[in-house]
């Protein structure tokens, strides 16, 4: 009977696991499908071009904006530095060291 609830509490988490990925590509596909990228590219063209006159308060709205859109892209893609490296099939990584030195 242990094994059962064991069971039991295994497969509702791996439900919730996958109804919580299907609802985080949902979200993907629509921040993706958005355009955030184009336009924080596109406000630091504004930024960037010396012969336009931007007061104060524009830099300050565009700069606002493109922080907003950053965090909104970063939803979707993702940091680098919260990207799992694998082995093949999902495995643990195998790293062997070899020394050059004799070589």
């Given at each position: 009977?242990?094994?059962?609830?064991?069971?039991?509490?295994?497969?509702?988490?791996?439900?919730?696991?996958?109804?919580?990925?299907?609802?985080?590509?949902?979200?993907?596909?629509?921040?993706?499908?958005?355009?955030?990228?184009?336009?924080?590219?596109?406000?630091?063209?504004?930024?960037?071009?010396?012969?336009?006159?931007?007061?104060?308060?524009?830099?300050?709205?565009?700069?606002?904006a493109a922080d907003i859109k950053m965090k909104l892209i970063g939803k979707?893609i993702g940091d680098v530095k919260a990207v799992e490296i694998t082995g093949?099939?999902?495995?643990?990584?195998?790293?062997?060291?070899?020394?050059?030195?004799?070589?």
């Amino acid at each position: 009977m242990g094994g059962r609830e064991s069971l039991g509490v295994n497969v509702a988490k791996t439900r919730a696991q996958e109804n919580r990925a299907i609802r985080q590509e949902a979200l993907r596909e629509q921040l993706a499908g958005q355009g955030h990228v184009q336009h924080v590219v596109d406000i630091a063209t504004k930024l960037c071009d010396l012969d336009s006159h931007l007061d104060h308060l524009a830099v300050t709205r565009l700069k606002s904006a493109a922080d907003i859109k950053m965090k909104l892209i970063g939803k979707y893609i993702g940091d680098v530095k919260a990207v799992e490296i694998t082995g093949e099939g999902g495995e643990a990584l195998t790293i062997n060291v070899q020394s050059f030195k004799d070589a």
